[in-house]
């Protein structure tokens, strides 16, 4: 009993996240475009963000109306927050401190983990690929002309970028 009451408590801690629209956006019904709009939120607006999914937030306006906004159309809080959404946010700018969660959540590490190519995909997409006639024949309508640019030399693997030795965000 005590395990499942702490467990509730805990949940309801971690969902219940603060942020602020920075932008007039559409609230929707479901995480998706083509979703019905059911409400518009007014840029500076504070709203509880209930989940995530994907590029999506689910939030929880003052009134108590419900529905989905766009992830990039939202910042959330940091400091005040419980110390389970502190720590989910772990990347702070230099200027303000304010912590910044930006980006698009597609896949999984499960989804990533079970993964399967499509080989009929690949092959479909093979068969948009254009010709080198049929590319120099659009390019001449469409009054295209080359360019030389320098070629990019290759970095070594360890002063790429993403190499974690040479990224202060990732030691």
């Given at each position: 009993m005590?395990?499942?009451l702490?467990?509730m408590?805990?949940?309801?801690?971690?969902l219940?996240?603060p942020?602020?629209?920075?932008?007039?956006?559409?609230l929707?019904?479901?995480p998706?475009?083509d979703s019905?709009?059911?409400g518009?939120?007014?840029?500076d607006?504070p709203?509880?963000?209930?989940?995530?999914?994907?590029a999506?937030?689910e939030?929880?306006?003052?009134t108590?109306q419900?529905?989905?906004i766009?992830l990039?159309n939202?910042?959330t809080?940091?400091?005040?927050?419980?110390s389970?959404?502190?720590?989910?946010?772990?990347?702070?700018?230099?200027?303000?401190?304010?912590t910044?969660?930006?980006?698009?959540?597609?896949?999984?590490?499960e989804?990533i983990?079970n993964?399967v190519?499509?080989?009929?995909?690949v092959?479909k997409?093979?068969t948009?690929?254009a010709?080198?006639?049929?590319?120099?024949?659009s390019a001449?309508?469409n009054?295209?002309r080359?360019v030389?640019v320098?070629e990019?030399a290759p970095?070594?693997?360890?002063?790429?970028?993403n190499n974690?030795?040479?990224?202060?965000?990732?030691?």
């Amino acid at each position: 009993m005590k395990i499942a009451l702490y467990a509730m408590l805990v949940s309801s801690i971690a969902l219940a996240e603060p942020g602020t629209v920075i932008r007039k956006t559409d609230l929707r019904d479901k995480p998706f475009l083509d979703s019905t709009v059911i409400g518009n939120v007014a840029s500076d607006t504070p709203v509880d963000i209930r989940t995530r999914k994907g590029a999506w937030m689910e939030v929880k306006l003052s009134t108590g109306q419900t529905g989905w906004i766009k992830l990039l159309n939202v910042r959330t809080s940091s400091g005040s927050t419980s110390s389970s959404a502190a720590l989910s946010n772990v990347i702070k700018t230099g200027s303000s401190g304010k912590t910044v969660t930006t980006g698009v959540k597609g896949l999984s590490a499960e989804q990533i983990e079970n993964a399967v190519p499509n080989l009929a995909e690949v092959q479909k997409m093979k068969t948009y690929a254009a010709s080198p006639g049929d590319a120099q024949l659009s390019a001449q309508n469409n009054q295209l002309r080359r360019v030389s640019v320098p070629e990019i030399a290759p970095t070594s693997v360890n002063s790429a970028p993403n190499n974690p030795n040479n990224n202060p965000m990732r030691r």
